[in-house]
């Protein structure tokens, strides 16, 4: 370039103005903290702010006050210098409390910097949402997530559950962007289902009969008939035990008038298949539940799941596209949310960003369960302790799982080639007879995060396999007819988004990584 | 580029190889046939694709076949020649035969050049997956979409269901990518749901409760107790009615054990408002529910709302948001969906690309309420006939936003402004106490496509607001409690997913738009 007085290329690169929000009334935290310069350029320009106070202090004996602004756009709070001229002080520096402000960035006085980014000193207060401190649920910086999951509408103003969504948030796009590139269409399940998976597991039932019944004792005790018998008996008409079950039987029979007697979901793979087998493929998204009164730390009632299914691909594409796709979300998150793992980091699981690190950059290793059963023995045998017995046949406990992958093999571990007896029916079955084509990647904090298999594509051994494992015909006829006109060898696994989230930021407890938990007695909200 | 032999810049574009999917044993027909050159750099490569027969028939006195193959990555299909020593022929041409093949890439013969795209020589069959003409459900090529809501698990195979499937799977991708690029955070708002968003609208229960009675009644059978008498006795104690509504109640009230009486959600709103109120810009896209037993061609009992929640934004914000937001997906389809919107001009809507076309360059028209009143008073002062009455404090009907959409203005038009009698209790309340700062979005061929508003973020508004329409505050406390700490303006929208496909497509009815329709009397798969 010719000497025009232009700037260097190298300042080029970072805009010195910085523009508002599209549609909303400020600048986004985020985009003046995370700059290369660490906002220096800035210096000097008017912006409108707005976010909630993380931490408030008056200063120089009430002329004025530091206030540290969160907006959730990025871990990192702006820091705000409000002069009492500006605003009654008091008003301002409460934990919790909205501001929304018109300012001057500049940078910190010269012996403070480099230990402390561009600030704002306020010019205007556009508005204030204020708090009173004696009542905010939320006033202390260090809550337990275990009390926090009693405010669940007031805990993303927390730093932990803040980090958690913006992760969060990132795999469910990274997830999109996974496939998307990898040309797969996304398609809608359904939650409302008529369909049982696996031939097991406790489903939800939705219903409107419920409505029903208490509109009829509304309207009755509206207009009463003329003596309480009648009542009763009236009552007992629509609401007795026969009416309520044969109702709902006869309904589930013949098409349910309003869907009485109709499921929630327990997962979108078998009615996904259908897509596969269309449109080569394809992956869901979506909810799923069960309705297990199960109290633990890694169960919900409502969780989110992601359901690939591919046609013309057996167990050994299905592997590499789960391996690509947990590789692809971890080097995801150390792309897009540094800041954020590193504050998981520095409170949660000092490990975490290495656990990315590692399965980011590493082959996973593949064996099969008689391969893994092999080893376990193995262990057993070499003085390793299990609580659950080892043998060829068996489930693979959580403690197996945690064993293969993080102290035999401290990486990644495909299993693959299951014993038929403990897998589900539309898993494909081997040449030997013993073993379908189930595989399930386990990795390290987490065990199994993806369950996968090739699905019987052939007829007739998929109709014996239904029949072997007790469950009817006749709910199962869709799902042969995919076999019956036109069968593909397809294969698919699905990925517990949850557990991903747990296996990612080092959280314990299931309940703390979806925006609204629910489990037996909690649905707030 | 020096004399080096090196292919001249305009033939570098285009890879002289195909790579084959990374998970599964085929090259998508799209990758083939989609090219800038229709693929005839391609010719004389070697390679594998699998898909569905759309037609197929033998020629020369059974010496070979054209087959036209489709694998759902295009409408397009790929013509395939198959010769009678590499398959017996009268296996193969069966339409939605699946076919798995090995071929050579051949330019058609010089004559039929510029009308017919590269073709495939198969020389190896991979899999054949047949298909008994006389049983298949699907050999015709066209067939209504009335018939095909009978075989939901089929109908993909179909040209159109196919299209709508690349379409909708481009608008949920376009969403993700619009809110991504603008900051927003994706929000899971809970399916399972103790909050009603309007205080309205039928909602579907959600139980476990008649699991638990039938697992008793199974019981029973099995180990009955001595008399009938007594086996009566037990269920109707179980069952009886008093037993069952009044379980339901108690459990409602005191948050339920395994949440016996929670509800399916109407809108995410609500919810996703907690998040706003923290991480300021964010957003929710998932399956919402009415329990109405509505058989129209636009109501469904499940179907999919994208809800945007914007911190520091008004009504002016939102309206702009919707906007830019709209005419981005319009865009998406225009530059990724063209060939499935030429398919939908050509056999369902002759506007639909123009459609697209004129609303992704137009500026959206903007009036308030009043003045919409006051264009449909001239409009019937000077003789056009609404079946609904026109005047001030009206909910306006389909025919008059028709009328605002189609006729008057033939663009978008966002009105403003509503009467507060006809809208919700969060909306915020305008100075003039009588409207409230509400906006739908309507275009043509769908009238009302988005509904949004500001919120109330004042306490005793708000507080006022529930109390005028008669609810109770204690299910809204938590709701109240964000006005109560920090309250922040916001704003935000919904917009029904499969409005916006039938918009895009031209498609009448709604059950032909989501993969799995769930309306009174169906809950297919």
């Known amino acids: 370039m010719s000497d025009t007085g232009a ?138 997530l275990e009390f926090l999951r009693d405010y669940v509408h007031l805990r993303p103003r927390t730093n932990t559950i803040a980090a958690i969504a913006r992760i969060r948030n990132a795999l469910a796009y990274a997830t999109h962007t996974f496939f998307q590139k990898h040309g797969f269409l996304y398609v809608h399940t359904p939650i409302i289902t008529t369909s049982d998976c696996e031939g097991a597991g406790e489903m939800f039932q939705v219903t409107t009969l419920i409505n029903e019944a208490e509109k009829i004792e509304k309207e009755l005790i509206k207009n009463p008939p003329p003596s309480q018998e009648d009542v009763d008996l009236a009552k007992t008409d629509v609401k007795g035990k026969g009416e309520i079950v044969a109702k709902l039987k006869s309904d589930k029979a013949g098409k349910p008038e309003i869907m009485a007697a109709a499921f929630l979901t327990v997962s979108g793979q078998l009615q996904v298949e259908t897509f596969a087998c269309a449109l080569s493929s394809v992956y869901t998204f979506g909810p799923t539940f069960r309705a297990e009164n199960s109290h633990t730390s890694r169960h919900l009632a409502e969780f989110w799941m992601v359901e690939p299914e591919i046609a013309f691909a057996d167990i050994e594409d299905d592997m590499k596209c789960a391996e690509a796709y947990v590789r692809f979300l971890c080097q995801w998150l150390l792309d897009n949310c540094l800041d954020d793992m590193e504050f998981m980091v520095e409170k949660f699981d000092k490990n975490a960003i290495k656990r990315l690190q590692m399965v980011s950059s590493t082959n996973f290793v593949r064996l099969s369960y008689t391969e893994a059963v092999t080893i376990l023995e193995e262990a057993v045998s070499k003085g390793h302790k299990f609580e659950n017995k080892v043998e060829w046949g068996i489930d693979l406990a959580s403690e197996h799982e945690k064993y293969l992958t993080e102290v035999k093999f401290e990486s990644p571990v495909i299993v693959y080639n299951y014993p038929k007896g ?90 703390d990584v979806i925006p609204f938990p629910r489990y037996p007695g909690r649905a707030d909200l």
């Not at 409460?94 to 306020?122: F, R, S, W």
């Not at 898993?427 to 007879?433: G, I, Q, R, Y």
């Not at 396999?465 to 593909?488: A, F, K, N, S």
């Open 7 to 144: 700037p260097p290329v190298d300042k080029l690169t970072i805009s010195d103005t910085i523009p508002q929000s599209d549609f909303s009334q400020r600048v986004p935290i985020r985009t003046i903290l995370t700059r290369p310069d660490g906002g220096a350029a800035l210096s000097g320009q008017t912006l409108k702010v707005g976010g909630w106070v993380k931490k408030g202090r008056e200063q120089g004996k009430g002329t004025f006050a530091f206030i540290e602004l969160n907006d959730g756009s990025c871990q990192a709070n702006l820091q705000l210098i409000i002069y009492a001229d500006v605003a009654p002080l008091g008003q301002v520096v409460a934990t919790g409390t909205c501001l929304h402000v018109e300012g001057v960035l500049q940078m910190p006085p010269e012996d403070k910097q480099g230990k402390q980014a561009i600030e704002l000193k306020v010019v205007k207060i556009l508005e204030i949402g204020s708090v009173d401190p004696s009542k905010y649920p939320l006033p202390k910086t260090r809550l337990t």
């Open 422 to 511: 403990i897998k589900s029916f539309y898993m494909k079955l081997n040449p030997d007879k013993k073993t379908v084509a189930a595989m399930d990647v386990l990795v390290p904090k987490v065990g199994e995060l993806i369950g996968g298999s090739q699905r019987e594509e052939n007829y007739e051994v998929l109709k014996e396999r239904i029949l072997e494992m007790g469950l009817p015909l006749e709910p199962y006829e869709w799902y042969l007819d995919l076999r019956r006109y036109g069968t593909v060898k397809h294969s698919g696994f699905g990925l517990g988004f949850e557990r991903m989230i747990l296996f990612a930021t080092g959280i314990d407890n299931i309940r």
